[in-house]
């Protein structure tokens, strides 16, 4: 017995200790929301009483093919029903879901396929194809389920059942349990790391469930939101918005194809309140015809993360009506962990472009994030509140992966010194903003200066004839290495580089101008990124 | 090694586990938002910079005291500034909190101050003679510090420092932790239970943190509420809500007088947007001049909770323009954890008395209580959902206690069968809301404090003229509940009601003081057990 009067007798039992689990919103929710409307799919509605059953009945069918604790669910799908309950039938038969990056090739595909012993495999038909090939390249059988679309005609049958016959093998009422333990594995993620094989991020419980919590303080989201899926599921969960949707009893608008067109119809058909995005969904809606907007009267909020955002992508949103949150974060930090948290008594009277700018930055730590800084990448020094001096992110907390699968090198490598390395680079500003200024490998270093491809970025986002643009080192005998821009331009007009280097001049330092302007369109990774390292080799034979 | 590829090699580490604590959201919050307002009393005004700053000292100061892990620091207080910081600078030393209500008597006080071992007593000079007469009750010598206040001449010094004095000791920015295990504990409630000395509730940081952010959830709070300090916070620690308002970056705004002017003065002047309050409070709003509401225009969201209230009372507020939010739960549980949920589509067209008569009921579960039901008191069978079959209130889950201080008997059997037994009986409605019909047999509930009727009773048996005594709740317009005691005198003794009002007033704090005294034998049962619910009846009609 304990001398400290707090630790005697006051241990915790089934009463007063529950492991924490995204999954115990869910429950909640369908017991005092049953009736609600919780997925949205064309015509077809779940309520939350459906989609409770529906998942409870995946789980025992899981169960029933001996799959639970430690085994691993894959699934490949767009924005559909099945994908949204997969992220909670799936751990509630104890296992752990991982879901695809439906961009990838059949051999990564099957890398991951083997990498995570997926025992089972969601496939929807529009990737079973690339499905097939990569099942093709793996020795053992893995069952396949094809979730057959009712909207959606193309692609091949692959496995003996559908998802809707999968389900219908499972119990409506089966009983499930919570993790014995919350720190357990309820999610598998693969970052799409530009050298070398992906790296399996695994998530558990607790941190599904803090920062599900953490999306909804964040975002001031109050009750009932109803919520656009155009961010891939497959993303970091969906940055975690299943498990806050759940949390509350929000309604999810399914969306297979992310195109303008069907933005706007499902923002104005369902009066959509919330959706995500990656800078790249928002530049698509900023340059789409005004008349898909019309009729669009209500409030939307959309919270965008991914790749910095340029200034520009922020004000034109806003310019159409939009309330823009800036946040940040990466595969293994359970999706968005900062915010760019708005000082409205502070910023609210500035100029649209100032406060834009102020946006663009990544801002600070989520309510849940417990540290985060910029430092010495080598001793871990934070750097002077400055707004210059450069480092690299670092952040520690709940909401930082469990690890690496399979992978303990890599895994203590990210955490040495107690801090995840994020391997981004960034300025922190006299406010505790932080500003990221590139990804390590991107920085541009010309003269002994650093130059941040992203800052030159915003400037060229700026000039009224570029749709995209992307910045990075080319080898140079004086310098060692300038700056090269690749630019795409808007539709019409016309390849004008003397205008393009004017303008940057007018915006930058003489130095950071980029020496070479490239035209074309840009080369992009599966989740929409561009393909810095492909642009530096064509900056290299250019 | 285990064969659990999700068991391997990932551990817990500093860089992606912290242990829960609410003492993150002052720091994130002191980081994020040091210029905005969070704590308003009278003319003074404190930043988040300061408050953080200031709990800091405290906390230090402690420290420098040889205060800390397994410590308790009590503090007898109105809602000031100092209670507030309190809330995070004693955890910040590692040690525990306990808050004393200030309507106790001094022998009550005494028996808290013994029993909870506190070390340091911080005295709002208001209470400073029932702190004195309690602290003349004890052996040992406990530090007093005074809160001297601006506002308050009234009072006697007991200490040597002021509070103020006690920061000036404190190291503004000096290092603190948080618990090294978040099941350690923050917080120490004495309940006024039904039988014999009051009990001391424990609670761990883990639950403070999860019911302070279930509070937001549950009241769509959003960002920077301003709340105006009506619910004492001493009861459940402000069910949280100092923690709350960290979390959400909100302004408290400081109240030594419950009473209409200054609460009506105070929503205009800062524009309050939230508080709290028992039924009785509301009551006292409902029924002042309508003059006292002059001037205010802006959405004002009330919480309340304790006893049950009447749906007039939440009729009376929502006709003034409030917006109601009904919550339960109890001392064991941090507060609320029970919410009457709005079903806005289902309920909105109904007629305002049948919509109070909907809201009047205790509801669902907090979104992080993990388990509700309504079940039998002995088997733990629940009822069904008929709304009218009885059973007792069981909740479970990280916002139950941690367990009551050196009472493992009493834990060990309010946590049987791995629920908490609320000891409150009410019925379960085919929606699945609950609804209290009749709170635990004994316990008064009077302006919103809980009264033991067996205490009262032990004070009336020491009356030389009373042979037997029973008290019962009696129903009354300002104070929900009043005590109401049958006596049977000894032979010979003439019916003397002052003087036994007197004799309670002398052992009793004011509001334990039965109102009304009936004379007469009591109902018993065969096997000689008093029959209270037959007194209640009579003491309705009396």
């Known amino acids: 017995m304990s001398d400290n009067i707090y630790e005697t007798h006051l241990e915790p039992s089934p009463a007063n200790y529950t492991p924490l689990s995204p999954l115990s919103f869910l429950a909640r929710t369908a017991d005092v929301y049953p009736h609600r409307t919780a997925v949205i799919h064309g015509d077809r509605r779940y309520n939350w009483a459906e989609v409770y059953e529906r998942c409870r009945r995946l789980a025992s069918a899981l169960g029933a093919r001996g799959i639970g604790e430690g085994d691993t669910v894959a699934v490949i799908s767009s924005n559909l029903p099945a994908m949204y309950e997969a992220h909670f039938g799936v751990p509630m038969a104890g296992a752990v879901l991982n879901a695809i990056n439906f961009r990838l090739d059949a051999a990564t595909i099957a890398f991951i396929l083997e990498h995570g012993a997926a025992k089972l495999f969601l496939v929807d038909p529009e990737f079973s194809e690339v499905a097939r090939d990569a099942l093709a390249r793996i020795d053992r059988d893995i069952e396949v389920i094809d979730i057959v679309d009712p909207y959606y005609e193309a ?56 920062n599900a919590v953490s999306n909804v303080l964040a975002w001031n989201m109050g009750a009932h939101p109803t919520y656009l899926w ?5 993303h970091c969960n969906g940055w975690c918005f299943p498990w806050t949707l759940a949390a509350v009893a929000g309604t999810s608008v399914c969306l297979r194809e992310v195109r303008e067109e069907p933005i706007f119809q499902a923002i104005r058909e369902h009066r959509v309140t919330h959706f995500c995005g990656a800078p790249i969904v928002l530049n698509l809606l900023i340059n789409a015809d005004a008349k898909l907007r ?19 992508i922020i004000e034109g949103m806003e310019s159409l009506g939009f309330d823009v949150t800036h946040a940040y974060g990466l595969t293994e930090t359970y999706g968005p962990v900062t915010l760019c948290a708005w000082q409205g008594d502070l910023w609210d009277g500035e100029p649209s472009e100032v406060r834009a700018a102020l946006k663009a930055r990544q801002g600070v730590r989520y309510h849940m994030l417990e540290g985060l800084m910029v430092a010495d990448p080598e ?18 907390g709940n909401n930082v992966m469990k690890g690496y699968l399979k992978n303990p090198n890599t895994t203590s490598k990210s955490f040495e010194g107690g801090w995840f390395h994020s391997g981004d680079l960034a300025v ?15 920085i541009i270093i010309s003269g ?16 009224p004839d570029v749709l995209e643009a992307a910045v990075v080192a080319k080898s140079d005998e004086k310098w060692g290495e300038v700056p090269c821009a690749f630019v795409t331009l808007v539709e019409g007009a016309e390849e004008d580089p003397q205008s393009i280097v004017e303008h940057c001049r007018e915006n930058l330092a003489r130095f950071k101008t980029p020496k070479h302007i490239l035209f074309g369109p840009l080369p992009k ?17 250019a």
Chains 1, 2 share one sequence.
């Open 155 to 210: 692609g091949v049958r692959l496995g003996a059942l559908t998802y809707e016959e999968l389900l219908d093998q499972g119990t409506p009422d089966a009983a499930w349990s919570l993790p014995r333990d919350e720190w357990q594995a309820i999610a598998l993620n693969y970052t799409s790391g530009t050298t070398g094989d992906p790296k399996g991020v695994v998530y558990h419980h607790r941190g599904a469930y803090l």
């Open 230 to 234: 155009t961010l891939p599921m497959f």
């Open 294 to 312: 019309e009729g669009i009267e209500h409030q939307v909020h959309v919270m965008t993360a991914g790749a910095a955002p340029p200034a520009a």
């Open 379 to 396: 001793t871990l020094a934070p750097v002077p509140r400055d707004g210059i001096t450069m480092g690299e992110i670092f952040m520690r």
């Open 428 to 442: 922190w500003h006299p406010d505790g903003y932080v500003q990221i200024k590139d990804r390590s490998k991107d």
């Open 448 to 463: 002994g200066e650093n130059i941040s491809s992203i800052e030159v970025e915003d400037v060229l986002y700026r000039h």
């Open 525 to 541: 990774t599966s989740t929409g990124k561009i393909q810095k390292f492909l642009l530096r080799k064509r900056a290299e034979q």
